[in-house]
């Protein structure tokens, strides 16, 4: 208990003075609650004025106080005297302005020596900025407790001494260990680093320690059962007000499964990689701005170009008549997300013109965008310079093998007339006249003969055109017919009425009917039937041949077509690959069925208007 004597205390008009100056809240108070002294800091904040507090309690004065805040006040008064000891109250002030004061007061009773209650001293300040801090602070640690608990990423908040402060909930479930679990006394001290990271730890608190920042970066960590997993982290320091280092922050974040994708993602395209270096396949990728992004090594190869001479500049290789084709493909691949497939050509360094026959494929990203277009091509300058020196061959021997028929076929005509010229010079008029009615057929059919085997070896420009395929038909049999005769193979040709002319090129389709026919033919051993017919279905031209050959194996329908394959022992196996290409070239069908030792049925259908084969 302090005591104070009466003579001890200053004169009242000094003590005012003296305490007016003061920045701080001083008012003096009898224990009824009457006011003996009050500063200005005070009067202002209760907003009382000058003069009129001297011997007047709170409710007596005009004051900014609320009733409840002087019930308050007088309470805490009361609580003092009571205690006889300073007791500490906080004041909440309404200012007129709206303002809330905050003070902090400290109520001290002061007694005379005979312990006499005699005056209660209130001191304080205003701490509403101070109050306000607080306020802040608490809602910052309040929100940190939140993100602490709220991330999925494991956070860990180490001291200087790298003694574990906190470490939140995600940190306990990536890591298996509990908060506890890294108290100092505990035996079994958590070790989170793999031994082989510990330098490398210690290097990035090294430099946390003298200030520097450390990049976020990814390394591996160890779960309480000794699996390795990868992480990404950050590493923070914590600093105080002044700067000075007070620990730091660890943020990880377990990044196994982004990790395994990106191993399996460059472990693929590794793999893509290298099968795009070594084929021999032209492979290149394009953005859809139509930028070159990869040529394969394969390129520099074909085109006899060296590493690096090409590159971005490939699209000025391709033959200008093929540009337009090309990027007309690669526009609609793009915008339909389809592949594409098409030829061109592109400049071989020596002058040379590569034809490729290319396929382009869009690549999708998961949102269904195209990000590239990979194309893959082939140089089949070769294969088609084959496949055309195969037709010019089955061309030859089929003509071989018609030469051999045609010989013997005009053989018997000449020697009839040659009889019948050495008959002419004793004949009389009547007899020669008869005679060379007889020559003159004959000459004729020599004629016709030797005219088709013209028609089929001459080469002809290619050109479509409206054809009547009953002529052709009777053409193509008169031209075998002494091989069927010779065989005792009768022909039968059963034709519809009105059948519309075919568009295509009659040399070709000459050539088709030959070949089958003469397939038909040499199918038979024994005397038999060949029948054919021809009829109409929609637009198209039907035409059928069915022979009582040996038939055809199941397995082999499949197949037919394929290049050199042959039963015969004198086959080429060519004629039916030159058939399907000629159907082809005609956007037309051709169809086998086949009975083992019964016979083979082929039927074509042709159109009778021009179609678009691409
Ligand atoms: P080639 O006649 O030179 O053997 P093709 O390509 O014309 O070549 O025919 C290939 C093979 O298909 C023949 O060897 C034969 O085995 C079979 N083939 C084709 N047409 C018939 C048919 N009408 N009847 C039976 N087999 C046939
Ligand atoms: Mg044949």
């Not at 000094?14 to 003061?22: C, F, P, R, S």
């Not at 200030?211 to 950050?234: C, N």
């Not at 190869?301 to 290789?317: P, Q, R, S, T």
């Not at 400049?347 to 194309?375: A, C, F, Q, Y």
Request: charged share 30%.
């Amino acid at each position: 208990m302090k005591v104070i004597s009466q003579d001890e205390l200053p004169a009242v008009a000094t003590l005012k003075e003296m305490i007016d100056v003061l920045p701080e809240f001083v008012c003096l108070r009898y224990p009824d609650g009457t006011w003996a002294e009050a500063n200005r800091f005070a009067l202002n904040i209760y907003g009382i004025y000058e003069n009129d507090y001297k011997g007047k309690s709170l409710e007596e004065m005009q004051t900014r106080l609320s009733e409840e805040a002087i019930e308050r006040c007088n309470l805490s008064d009361k609580r003092a005297w009571e205690s006889g000891k300073p007791i500490k109250t906080a004041e909440k002030i309404h200012m007129k302005s709206g303002r809330v004061v905050m003070l902090e007061l400290i109520k001290q009773p002061t007694f005379t020596k005979d312990g006499k209650p005699q005056v209660l001293v209130i001191t304080g300040r205003d701490i509403t900025s101070h109050k306000q801090k607080e306020e802040e602070l608490s809602v910052a640690l309040d929100l940190l407790e939140s993100v602490l608990k709220g991330t999925t990423d494991a956070i860990l908040i180490l001291n200087t001494r790298q003694e574990v402060i906190k470490v939140n909930d995600a940190f306990i479930q990536m890591f298996g260990w509990a908060e506890e679990d890294f108290d100092e006394e505990n035996e079994e001290y958590p070790v989170i680093t793999p031994l082989h990271l510990q330098g490398e730890s210690k290097e990035i608190i090294d430099l946390l320690k003298k200030g520097q920042s450390v990049p976020l970066h990814e390394t591996q960590r160890i779960h309480k059962d000794g699996t390795v997993f990868d992480v990404s982290a950050s590493f923070s320091n914590i600093c105080d007000m002044d700067g000075k280092i007070m620990g730091f922050v660890i943020v990880y974040r377990d990044i196994t499964s982004q990790k395994k994708v990106e191993r399996a993602l460059r472990e693929s395209e590794a793999k893509y990689r290298l099968i795009a270096e070594h084929s021999t396949d032209l492979i290149t990728v394009i953005d859809p701005s139509g930028i070159i992004q990869y040529v394969s090594p394969s390129h520099f190869m074909v085109l006899g170009y060296k590493e690096g001479e090409i590159k971005g500049a490939i699209l000025d290789l391709v033959h200008p008549d093929d540009m337009e084709d090309l990027s007309e493909h690669f526009m609609r691949s793009l915008v339909k997300k389809e592949p594409f497939e098409t030829e061109f050509r592109l400049l071989h360094k020596n002058g040379d013109w590569i034809l490729l026959e290319t396929r382009g494929v869009p690549v999708m990203t998961k949102e269904g965008h195209v990000e590239s277009l990979v194309t893959f091509a082939r140089d089949v300058t070769k294969a088609k310079q084959t496949e055309e020196l195969m037709l010019k061959s089955e061309k030859l021997s089929v003509l071989g093998e018609l030469a051999a028929g045609v010989a013997h076929e005009i053989r018997n005509p000449l020697t009839s007339l040659k009889g019948f010229t050495k008959l002419l010079t004793d004949a009389d008029d009547v007899i020669r006249l008869e005679y060379l009615r007889i020559m003159e057929s004959e000459l004729n059919r020599i004629n016709d003969i030797v005219g088709e085997l013209m028609l089929v070896a001459k080469p002809q420009a290619v050109s479509f055109e409206h054809t009547n395929i009953q002529e052709l038909i009777y053409s193509v049999v008169r031209l075998l017919e002494t091989q069927a005769i010779m065989r005792n193979i009768q022909i039968w040709v059963n034709i519809a009425p009105n059948i519309p002319l075919v568009y295509g090129v009659e040399n070709q389709l000459k050539q088709l009917f030959i070949n089958l026919l003469k397939n038909a033919i040499e199918s038979m051993d024994k005397d038999g039937e060949i029948h054919i017919r021809i009829g109409t279905r929609d637009d198209a031209v039907v035409l059928e041949l069915k022979d009582q050959g040996c038939g055809i194996p199941a397995e082999r329908l499949k197949t037919l077509g394929e290049p050199f394959y042959t039963t015969k022992e004198k086959g080429t196996g060519l004629g039916l690959m030159v058939c399907f290409k000629i159907i082809e070239e005609h956007g037309g069908a051709i169809q086998f069925s086949s009975v083992e030792n019964e016979g083979t049925r082929v039927e074509i259908e042709l159109p009778t208007a021009p179609v678009s084969t691409k």
